[in-house]
């Protein structure tokens, strides 16, 4: 299967085996300063280089940047201004005639990964989340992926923590992502004292909480406070049996753990859900490819369009 993950600061790409297994990888940085065409041009050739000299390919699994059509894939991610209701889906069928593809939102496939062979493998109830620059995730329910009716499900980044909380991406006040995605932490951070004055991204604010920084120590917490606040929300709402976190933030580990734990045992308190668990994403870098091909290899568990 050729796997993509087309993203904001990189395009990255791999050959996924049916276990799951990325026997090769390339990747290159996402070009600023193009057009739409000049974007594609720079994807085809990167996956033009990938797929030399390899047999029958059985299928494209793509994981891209949100918001897009589903699944019809015109997607109009947010970093990448290029694209604007670019039809992903189409050309990726025009350039690999007679094969499956298949699109779906970046997040929604490291949960895909991370369910079919990451952290929640072999569960039911999953929740996958991505906390970086923004707080993405997918829902696994019965042991498929929800879709929901636009295919969207699996917007834990806008579960509201604090109806007086600041102003998010999206429109609204107090998201779990206004509060927890790495550059609104990394403001509340400077706005106590941290590196005032200095550009500064949430990794940077993980690498600092782990030296000791007091405000980079309370920063974690706040982020932690809030993930346990919505992970409770969502398990109660989906009777979750695993969450599996990655991304940079979670990086930053106990410091944004042992918050994050304490949060959702001080509101899931009903005995079902105090059953979750919390983990850290089992995949890494790769979750996204090797959920990509899962939209292939496994349609039946995890794509439920045509
Ligand atoms: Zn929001």
Avoid at 112 to 123: L, T
Avoid at 230 to 248: K, R
Avoid at 257 to 263: G, Q, S
Wanted: charge should be neutral; aromatic fraction near 4%; charged fraction near 20%.
């Amino acid at each position: 299967m050729l796997a993509v993950d087309v993203g904001g600061t990189k395009l990255a790409a791999g050959v996924v085996d049916p276990d799951g297994r990325v026997v090769s990888y390339d990747r290159v940085a996402t070009p600023a300063d193009v057009d739409a065409e000049g974007l594609w041009r720079t994807l085809e050739a990167l996956l033009g280089k990938l797929t030399a000299g390899v047999g029958a390919l059985a299928g494209v699994g793509v994981g891209c940047g949100g918001p897009m059509t589903w699944p019809a894939a015109e997607v109009s991610p947010i970093n990448i201004p290029a694209w604007r209701g670019f039809p992903l889906r189409e050309r990726l069928r025009a350039a690999y005639p007679g094969l499956p593809v298949r699109v779906h939102n970046d997040a929604v496939c490291v949960a895909v990964g991370e369910h079919w062979r990451g952290a929640g493998r072999g569960r039911a109830d999953v929740l996958g989340m991505v906390v970086s620059t923004g707080v993405g995730g997918g829902l696994i329910s019965g042991g498929r992926l929800v879709d929901g009716a636009s295919g969207n499900a699996g917007h834990i980044g806008h579960v509201v923590v604090d109806p007086d909380g600041p102003p998010c991406g999206c429109g609204g006040y107090g998201c779990l992502e206004a509060v927890a995605r790495g550059p609104g932490l990394a403001a509340w951070a400077q706005e106590q004292g941290w590196r005032t004055g200095l550009p500064a991204t949430g990794v940077e604010l993980a690498d600092d909480a782990r030296r000791g920084h007091p405000v980079a120590v309370a920063a974690m917490r706040r982020a932690g406070r809030a993930l346990g606040v919505a992970i409770a929300s969502a398990t109660h709402l989906c009777d979750l049996e695993v969450v599996a976190i990655g991304g940079g933030l979670s990086q930053a580990g106990a410091l944004l753990f042992d918050p994050l734990e304490e949060a959702l045992r001080r509101h899931a308190r009903m005995e079902f859900a105090r059953r979750v668990s919390v983990v850290p994403a089992a995949l890494g870098q790769t979750a996204g490819l090797v959920g990509a091909a899962a939209l292939v290899y496994e349609g039946g568990r995890y794509w439920s369009a045509g």
